[in-house]
């Protein structure tokens, strides 16, 4: 029942993700945290590797790895910074970093700044990105804020590119720390075809869903599940 669960919820954020950008943690990690910690972050992470190769290859006619090189340098300290966080931070403490970061992801999804992706920009967003995405597996929204008012292909297509070399980065590093092994593995092959169908479903759908319906939903249900875990630290 928990797989299944577990299953479900990874569908949901495979689809959100592949319609919007990102989104796939933001949405499975605070609620997998409580099914299971051990789905936080590495088996979550594994997922979105997946997902962001299968919408690398859908959308490889817009992909620019030269405007991201900054962000993926800037990812390398922030990963190393994030996997040093997971060694002395207890379940209840992530718990409470894992709602923060959702609600924060929210934030930046509604904000109404345009941010232009300059180099420096995108070096910070970068390091952000790579110490929520080890520590937490949601490293979307940092990148996110400086890409969403771009053409909607465009951000799909980057960013996608950018989540596949950082979950192999945040991977590398979690796997010494004994954060990436194989029980994490075997939480996570069950997950990837879920990944699969969600990523299935939202190409198949994309253009009968409105964009901002979409992103209401999300962010709505984003919002619940980011409160639902920080009131379990006082709680």
């Known amino acids: 029942m928990e797989v299944l669960l ?3 919820v990874i569908v949901m954020g495979a689809f959100v993700q592949t319609a ?3 989104g796939l943690a933001v949405i499975a990690a605070p609620i997998l945290y409580f099914i299971d910690p051990y789905y936080v972050p ?3 992470t594994v997922c979105a590797l997946v997902l962001s190769v299968l919408n ?3 959308y490889r006619g817009q992909v620019s790895f030269r405007g991201l090189g900054n962000a993926i340098i800037g ?3 922030g990963s190393l910074l994030g996997g040093a966080m997971l060694l002395w931070i207890d379940k209840n403490w992530l718990a409470l970093w894992i709602g923060l970061s959702v609600l924060g992801a929210v934030g930046v999804s509604l904000t109404s700044l345009r941010w232009q992706p300059t180099p420096g ?3 910070f967003a970068g390091f952000m990105s790579g110490f929520m995405g080890t520590s937490s597996s949601i490293g979307g929204p940092p990148m996110a804020l400086l890409w969403q008012h771009q053409e909607v292909n465009l951000i799909r297509a980057n960013l996608a590119a950018f ?3 950082s979950c192999l980065m945040s991977l590398a590093v979690l796997t010494p720390l004994g954060q990436f092994g194989s029980r994490q593995m075997l939480l996570a092959l069950p997950l990837l075809p879920a990944t699969g169908l969600g990523f299935y479903l939202a190409r198949h759908s994309m253009r009968r869903v409105p964009h901002q319906k979409l992103r209401i939903a999300s962010l709505s249900l984003c919002s619940v599940a980011g409160m639902a875990a920080v009131l379990s630290f006082w709680f």
Do not use: E, H, K, Q
């Open 20 to 22: 919007i950008g990102f």
């Open 42 to 44: 590495a088996p979550i």
């Open 6 to 8: 577990a299953c479900l």
């Open 163 to 165: 989540f596949t070399i």
């Open 56 to 58: 690398v290859y859908s």
């Open 75 to 77: 990812r390398i300290p």
């Open 121 to 123: 920009r995108m070096m």
